[in-house]
């Protein structure tokens, strides 16, 4: 190595270490005394640090070392919920085999997490306050002179390095940049094909043009096509089920929104899709859904979670119904709960999708939900309503009544699957029970 590099190393490694002094003190009104020495620095309490001998240092290094005493935590709140648990639908010791089963998933889902010490923090070189930082990224295939451990007398550092490929977006073409170039209606329907045919007619009235895609797994005997221009209908294997449903629906759209819809909703006079849009287009939420004619009471809600990961409790909460409103949309509000009937981006709705398993085939609306926890920033307009369908022939149909009813053993199933897969002690969603008695709904 030549002298000339040998110095301009020596240089960089000062102004590193240099640049870590100053940062710390000026976050810091109190001066301090320390031992020089890297190991004796990253090994001793921040009460026992002593100068050497003829010397008299105020300054301190920064630990390298993460210590959980120096992040102020706050106790979590305890666990408060009165209904279901994973005790109400296992023995004992199926509960605690379960459980043991769980600690190793947890394990596994929380390797594969961001790791907040691998976070990306950009520093300036012109700037010594900026230092210490995290670490250096850089893209693979490319050449980064970079040396990762600087050493002079006594001192080490070293800067970890993170190899990261660069990210690229993924764009949708607006073409004309009418509604029906940038959205696409998702259904999931079975049976009630009076109430399908009246949300289609809805839709080509009012957005003429727009593409359909109608998943459907009404049994073959039962089978009715609707397929039409710009309605595709895609038949599934009987019973396929309500989530699955909507994948295969979602699995269709290629464009930069979609909106799903139940086949009992239809298009009002007065509903507002591009609405939708343009607060889509003007936010960064991922999600708006609508209310529901005759639901208004619970267009929207949030969620309360307490506890910690060995006893969390998630409780659907109706006296918060939402959050702030949203700048620009009066009546939308941020929230963690909405209507089946809703607007979101295709992309992000992609990775989070429909989780298929059977245990939600029939019911599990909240389930979309509570998938979307952090993952997805959601919203509801409660000035944006969409029509509800009641009636229709297939009502009456015993074959239609006997799936669209489910009993306590599909609820049970479909409870003791949610608290599993979210690692949750206890669910409480739907109007609470104060003893043996349900609150009543909240007035419109």
């Keep these: 190595m030549s002298p000339g590099r040998v110095s301009r190393l020596f240089r960089s490694g000062l102004l590193f270490f240099v640049g870590g002094f100053c940062g710390y003190y000026l976050s810091h009104s109190e001066w301090h005394s320390f031992n020089l020495t890297a190991v004796s620095v990253a090994k001793s309490g921040p009460d026992s640090i002593k100068a050497p001998s003829g010397y008299e240092v105020k300054m301190i290094m920064r630990r390298l070392r993460r210590e959980e005493e120096d992040i102020p935590t706050k106790k979590e709140t305890p666990c408060k919920c009165t209904g279901q648990r994973l005790s109400d639908h296992l023995s004992p010791s199926e509960l605690a085999n379960k459980q043991k089963e769980l600690a190793a998933s947890l394990e596994r889902f929380e390797k594969r997490r961001i790791d907040l010490r691998d976070v990306y923090n950009q520093v300036e070189g012109s700037s010594p306050i900026s230092y210490p930082a995290h670490g250096v990224y850089c893209r693979p295939r490319r050449t980064v002179r970079l040396k990762v451990r600087l050493q002079y007398a006594g001192f080490n550092e070293t800067i970890p390095i993170h190899v990261q490929q660069v990210q690229l977006p993924w764009l949708y073409d607006p073409k004309g940049g009418k509604f029906q170039d940038r959205v696409t209606v998702v259904v999931k329907t079975f049976l009630r094909y009076s109430n399908l045919k009246r949300l289609i007619a809805s839709i080509h009235e009012l957005y003429p043009g727009t593409r359909m895609v109608i998943a459907d797994d009404t049994p073959s005997e039962l089978f009715t096509s609707v397929q039409a221009p710009n309605v595709d ?22 464009t930069e929104y979609f909106v799903y819809a139940d086949d009992d909703h239809f298009i009002r006079n007065d509903t507002r899709l591009d609405m939708f849009v343009s607060l889509l287009d003007k936010t960064n939420f991922h999600l708006v859904s609508s209310k529901i004619e005759d639901e208004s009471w619970r267009f929207s809600t949030t969620f309360e979670i307490t506890g910690d990961n060995g006893d969390s409790c998630l409780v659907e909460q109706f006296k918060t119904k939402h959050f702030h409103e949203i700048p620009g949309f009066p009546g939308c509000y941020a929230n963690e709960k909405g209507e089946n009937f809703f607007m979101a981006s295709t992309n992000e709705m992609k990775s989070t999708g429909f989780d298929p398993d059977p245990a939600l085939s029939r019911i599990g609306h909240e389930e979309l939900f509570f998938s979307a926890l952090g993952r997805l920033r959601t919203a509801a307009c409660r000035n944006n309503v969409v029509g509800h369908n009641r009636t229709g022939p297939e009502f009456k149909q015993a074959h239609y009544e006997r799936f669209r009813r489910p009993g306590k053993e599909t609820k049970a199933l479909k409870s003791k699957y949610s608290l599993l897969k979210h690692n949750l002690a206890c669910t409480q969603i739907g109007p609470h029970r104060r003893g043996n008695r349900t609150e009543a709904k909240p007035k419109k």
Excluded: C, H, I
Aim: proline share 5%; charged share 15%; no cysteine.
């Design 233 to 254: 209908q895609f038949q599934m294997p009987e019973k396929t089920g309500y989530f699955a449903g909507r994948n295969l629906g979602l699995s269709q759209v290629s």
